[in-house]
């Protein structure tokens, strides 16, 4: 049952970091780009970052045939084209929306959940100490 509840733990710490530290990567070493929405975009997936992944929109930045922005409530904040997307540096045709503040603190969270479903899909349990073969403890009185 143990290793079983921590692959549950390291997978869903492993989306909760794709959610948190995806856009702060993109954030620090991308390309800022002003993006506007070519198409109809679709919506998340759950509550992201903690529980679902966010909804992407079909989008055209300066430099680019076409690509997708990804981000928490990207429709409204391509519908009017001042909002900036952070190109990922090895997937052009990506880019994501500013992290908020509580998505760069669930980053650390991310981390710390997926150690411990490491820990609890690696680990062995530790078993008692108890030998059943040796003597049970008696009184004289």
């Not at 679902?52 to 680019?64: E, N």
Request: proline letters at 9%; aromatic letters at 8%.
């Amino acid at each position: 049952m143990r290793p079983v509840v921590g692959l549950f733990v390291l997978l869903y710490g492993l989306v909760l970091a794709l959610n948190t530290t995806a856009p702060a990567i993109a954030r620090l070493v991308g390309k800022q780009v002003i993006a506007r929405a070519e198409g109809e975009c679709s919506g998340p997936l759950g509550k992201p970052p903690f529980g679902g992944l966010y909804g992407t929109c079909p989008a055209q930045w300066s430099g680019s045939d076409g690509g997708r922005v990804v981000g928490h409530d990207v429709s409204a904040a391509l519908r009017d084209g001042s909002e900036p997307a952070y190109r990922y540096p090895i997937f052009n045709d990506y880019a994501v929306l500013n992290p908020s503040p509580p998505d760069q603190a669930a980053g650390i969270v991310a981390v710390l959940i997926t150690t411990l479903g490491v820990l609890l899909l690696v680990a062995e349990r530790r078993r008692a100490r108890h030998d059943p073969f040796a003597e049970p403890i008696t009184s004289d009185t």
